[in-house]
């Protein structure tokens, strides 16, 4: 049989979690499970996790394990896009796991329609948060051109529409698209070009893919330069954004504002990194120089009062972020 999905599951030391994402995997109510395949990448893991990911393989057909030395989740996720063999592909996180109606839900009617991509919503699960085994039915998906589903990240700043989990992609568009190798927030790089370079978008109002919280994860721990690589990927999409002088401007705002973000965690949670974030305020400075017009066009009254609170005084602008930090807990 043809494969339809490529389902690639990056690993590095879960073995306490792997066999809860296989299994979602594996237990899929999907009316074809024998059109996917899985590829368990082993990004030279340290622990048992090798091990559980080729006891699967020995079990089961579909599942496909790659060894390689550690190299990072891009590297990983690339080595299984390089390998699948599906028209449409699929990433799961392997601390992640999926609601057992995931490829029904989203698999089948991007198939019948012949969409580009598909985009599910997210549960962020706590260990010991309840899991849901009931069936969904009727669950009709918005259509939207790929314009209008990337102002969803580039205008609304949705995480669960940048994330690259709980999507269905064209396998040809991902290898066009491989994700860099040894940048932090990976998804910010790739994500909105795969949306924007679709014709036909399906949205799913429903909740399909269980994102797993977990306290030593590198993205909940404590800021550090690492996170810096996004203001990297937000600068690339302003040039991306190029051709569409709205999505263009949207990409700047968003940019400017994540700079301002960055400089007040490195100033509140990193010591020693005075330069850093004196750099931070010359590159805000530098941008702003050339785009304020276009920026604060774009801007909302309450985006235009940051901007300009920045503007006057860092300092100031990071007690406001303090107290409205305090305000939301």
Known sequence: MDKKISIVIPVYNVEDYLNRCVDSVLAQTYKEPDAM??????????DRSGEICDAYA???ARVCVIHQANQ????????????????YITYLDSDDFWHKDFLKIMLEPTIKKGADLA??????????????EETITGCEPEVLSGREAVRLIVEDGEAGVISASAKIYKTAKMREHLY??????EDEFVTYKAIAESDTVLRYPVKLLYYFQRKNSI????????RLDKLEALREAVDYFSYDAQLQAAAKLRYALSVQIAYYRVRKEMDGQQETYRKL???WKAFMQSEKKIIRQKASLFDRLVLDIFRFSPS???VCCKIILRLQK
């Open 281 to 283: 305020r010359q590159t």
């Open 37 to 46: 395949e899985i590829f368990l990448v082993d990004d030279g893991s340290t």
């Open 119 to 132: 985009i599910g919503d997210l549960y962020v699960y706590y260990e010991g948060d309840p899991i849901s």
């Open 316 to 318: 100031l602008y990071c």
């Open 72 to 87: 990072g989740l891009s590297a990983a996720r690339n080595a299984g896009t390089m390998q699948a063999s599906a028209e």
């Open 219 to 226: 993205m909940h721990v404590n800021y550090s330069l690492r």
């Open 58 to 60: 020995k079990k089961d």
């Open 180 to 185: 860099p190798v040894g940048k932090l927030n």
